[in-house]
């Protein structure tokens, strides 16, 4: 009778959880995906997984074999991704608008969208963590071959669930896009003298109002407090930059309905809350007023108190008046300033961000130029497409048949707002209140509506660039 051999069951075992995983990847390849990158994933997952059964097959070492173990475990995670990426889970037109800002913005990324449970809209390159997970799995020339023939990133884009198909909200991935350009503005300006100006002042500052714990510190307690204090604010003013920037940034591509959006989703929030470990959100008051001040600047407010109420369905022009007027008043109060100031390390970090983004924000409509919302759209194509949400049709284009014009599908995102925003129709000639299931008819219409404009595009782009 042949000895157990715990070498073999454990490389038994490996071979059985990788062909598992494997045919798991395989059941949803087939999935329809709104774009190749699910499919690139799942290649690149395959390939790491027959080599790491070859590697598994060759290899004696009961500590390898154990960490193959786990991580071939760990990949059940990307099955995850992968499996809600499909259309019946992710909205065709969510991704064709991320494609449509990103492959303008980054022509090297591609990016899978897909709904979690969490309530929170997040960005991700997964390559370079997938690269890290495998990098003590295969020698160097071997981690190399494996990765050398994807992509330069992957982006994992992730989304709550419950807000599936709500493509009003989805305006927040402006926020989320902003982020790389964010952590870009911040690598430049930490190599910048003004970065260590910045922290010496802030860092002096809080040292005046700690004087009295200070005082009593000497030797390594003194260094490692005062390193404590550098940290914390470098952690706070980070942190701070990249929210307000990535804020920013969703104001500039999707105009006015990254304000409603923020607005949605800030309603039941304490607007004046401190920023907190370990995200340190700055106040959300804050955010509201950075937004605006980025409308206002561009000309959105005023394009929207200018639109002719007589042109628009009724109850849609008054509705959003008091909205703006409600916004105006939340921004005016300075309650979060005062927060702000009951911590000197918060204080401090803030007044800093003050005096650099002005600097941040300009750098980001440079590097977002040719994607950026046109303040125009408001006026020339909203007021069509509210009529024809009004009439029950999708807001996808503008004119009269045969001279119509597709429209952009931030129109459509801002008159599904503004027409949700009124929360009233006309019903046998009065105006009555909208219905939930009137709110999900509009955010179905403008969903439609997106989905055509993008799909338009795309094939005049491929008649031009066929000569036709």
């Known amino acids: 009778m042949a000895a157990f051999s715990e070498i073999s069951y454990l490389k038994r075992r490996n071979q059985t959880l990788i062909l598992g995983l494997r045919k798991r990847f395989d059941e949803i390849y ?71 800002i990103l492959g303008t913005i980054d022509p090297n990324s591609n990016l899978l969208a897909w709904p979690q449970a969490k309530y929170n809209y997040s960005i991700l390159d997964i390559l370079p963590v997938l690269k890290r997970m495998t990098e003590n799995a295969f020698n160097k020339s071997t981690h190399d071959q494996i990765f050398h023939k994807y992509p330069d990133a992957l982006k994992l884009i992730s989304f709550p669930r419950t807000e599936r198909d709500n493509i009003l909200l989805h305006s927040v991935f402006g926020h989320e896009i902003g982020h790389p350009i964010a952590d870009d503005f911040l690598a430049i300006y930490e190599l910048d003298p003004g970065f260590q100006r910045g922290l010496k002042t802030a860092s002096l500052n809080v040292e005046k109002d700690l004087q009295a714990k200070i005082s009593k510190l000497s030797g390594l307690s003194l260094v490692q407090f005062r390193k404590d204090i550098v940290d914390g604010l470098i952690k706070i003013f980070k942190r701070g930059m990249q929210e307000l920037i990535s804020d920013s940034v969703s104001a500039m591509i999707f105009g006015p309905s990254a304000m409603f959006a923020l607005y949605d989703i800030f309603i039941a929030d304490d607007l004046d809350a401190i920023p907190m470990a370990p995200e340190f959100y700055p106040p959300s008051r804050m955010r509201l007023r950075i937004v605006n001040e980025i409308l206002t600047g561009s000309g959105y407010i005023a394009a929207l108190k200018k639109l002719d109420k007589n042109q628009l369905p009724q109850g849609v022009y008054d509705s959003n008046t008091e909205l703006l007027k409600q916004l105006e008043a939340i921004i005016n109060v300075t309650d979060d300033k005062g927060e702000l100031n009951k911590s000197p390390f918060i204080r401090e970090a803030y007044n800093w961000i003050e005096a650099v983004l002005p600097e941040a924000i300009e750098f980001a409509k440079k590097e977002i130029e040719k994607v950026a919302c046109s303040v125009s759209l408001v006026k020339e194509e909203v007021p069509e497409l509210l009529t024809r949400l009004n009439l029950g049709l999708p807001p996808n284009e503008i004119g009269v048949f045969p001279e119509t014009q597709v429209a952009n599908w931030r129109s459509a995102i801002l008159a599904g707002w503004l027409y949700r925003n009124a929360a009233q129709k006309i019903v046998n000639g009065h105006l009555v209140d909208m219905s939930i299931k009137d709110i999900e008819t509009i955010h179905t219409l403008v969903l439609r509506a997106v989905e055509y404009i993008i799909l338009s595009n795309d094939y005049a782009e491929h008649l031009k660039n066929k000569g036709g």
């Open 30 to 100: 087939s999935s329809d995906f709104p774009t190749s990158t699910p499919s690139l994933i799942i290649d690149l997952i395959r390939d790491i997984l027959v080599e790491l059964s070859n590697q598994v097959e060759s290899s004696s070492d009961e500590d390898y074999l154990i960490l193959v173990s786990r991580l071939v475990q760990s990949f059940g995670g990307f099955l995850e991704f992968v499996d809600n990426a499909h259309t019946d889970q992710t909205p065709r037109a969510l991704v064709q608008i991320l494609e449509d």
